[in-house]
């Protein structure tokens, strides 16, 4: 019988924080359970963690069933009021200790029964480095060693109006730099070659501290406080939002890897106005451009939202435009 198992939906993030949830979940001595870490960005998301609820159910009947994340925060009531569910635990809660210390027994259905509903946990705390739960490493399926994800930022301030993201995980906030050096020092100890650098939104990194020390800013140093790792790897990026200090470094720091995914979601102008975003189709190409004439050999990738509301074929065209002379590798997201 397996003591800790997390299913998790959704995101590279949340996939760093369910290997946070299994190992609190694990030293609060929890036994046959089963965490749900859901994700909230497409229906299908949602439709899919439901299903794996009442998969868990019908499959080990008496194990205590524990749904979280971003889909379990914006809409705690729907997954309460499942049988199947013994208790919810919104995003803050997830990653503290004392949410599994104190998780509750598993209810066996009684005979001609219902599950009792669960009672949703709510408490969001300030996002700091050292009250985020245990090292935020997350090893790829046969990449043990390889690579480690290191969450440096949470949440965003940003609005895009096809982003429920923010609701579920509250404003921007950035872990200090003290605390990533510790965690990088930690990481190489353990033997990872390679770090991701990851968040909700990583470009507003800093913001929120004092200082207010940019991405790049914050890379410098921990390169500097850190040197032993060969390769460092940043996840997503606003096009709109690169620091002069980041492109200097993609251009002179061979430890950088030259890879930048670039978060377009599309590349017409009244598209981008209507999601919100913060960039021009113009810049957009300038980014992707100008991270070539720094790095030739960069890789460069995008996400791009097919069938926005309104958007018709041409649109979707100059998208694909817009992404298509830099080279870069689409992934496409159907709404």
């Known amino acids: 019988m397996t003591a ?16 946070v949830i299994e190992r609190l979940a694990g030293g609060a001595g ?39 994340g ?17 208790l919810i635990l919104d995003n803050a809660a997830k990653l503290r200790p004392e949410s599994y210390a104190a998780a509750p027994h598993p209810n066996p259905l009684p005979a001609g029964g219902e599950r009792e509903s669960a009672v949703p946990l709510k408490s969001l705390a300030p996002f700091t480095g050292r009250g985020r739960g245990p090292r935020g490493a997350w090893e790829g399926e046969g990449r043990v060693r390889a690579c480690a994800y290191l969450q440096v930022q949470q949440g965003c301030d940003h609005r895009c109006t096809f982003c429920i993201i923010p609701y579920a995980r509250g404003p921007s906030r950035s872990v200090p730099l003290d605390s990533i050096v510790e965690d990088a020092r930690a990481l190489v100890v353990a033997g990872y070659r390679e770090i991701v650098l990851t968040g909700v939104d990583l470009t507003a990194y800093g913001a929120d501290l004092p200082d207010k020390p940019s991405l ?42 030259p890879h930048l995914h670039l978060s377009l979601q599309a590349g017409d102008d009244l598209i981008l106005k209507r999601m919100k975003r913060r960039h021009s189709r113009a ?30 074929d041409d649109m979707f065209r100059r998208s694909l435009d817009a992404s298509a002379p830099p080279g870069c590798a689409l992934s496409a997201l159907p709404r």
Not at 34 to 58: F, K, L, P, S, Y
Not at 287 to 293: M, P, S, T, V, Y
């Open 4 to 19: 800790v198992e997390v299913v998790t939906f959704g995101c590279r993030l949340n996939a760093l924080e369910s290997g």
């Open 30 to 68: 929890l036994q046959d359970t089963i965490i749900v870490n859901t994700c909230a960005v497409t229906a299908e998301a949602e439709r899919q963690a439901r299903q794996a609820i009442r998969r868990a159910r019908r499959e080990r009947p008496d194990a205590r069933i524990i749904v979280t």
């Open 70 to 86: 971003c889909a379990a925060t914006l809409d705690p009531q729907r997954y309460a009021a499942l049988a199947e569910v013994d």
């Open 216 to 257: 790049g800013h914050m890379v410098r140093q921990l390169l500097a406080a850190v040197p032993e790792p060969p390769r460092l790897r940043l996840s997503s990026l606003d096009p709109s939002e690169i620091d002069d200090e980041l492109w200097d470094l993609l251009g002179d720091e061979p430890r950088l890897m």
């Open 283 to 312: 810049q957009a190409i300038a980014a992707a451009r100008h991270a070539r004439a720094l790095r030739p050999d960069v890789a460069l990738g995008a996400d791009l939202i097919a069938g926005f509301p309104t958007e018709t």
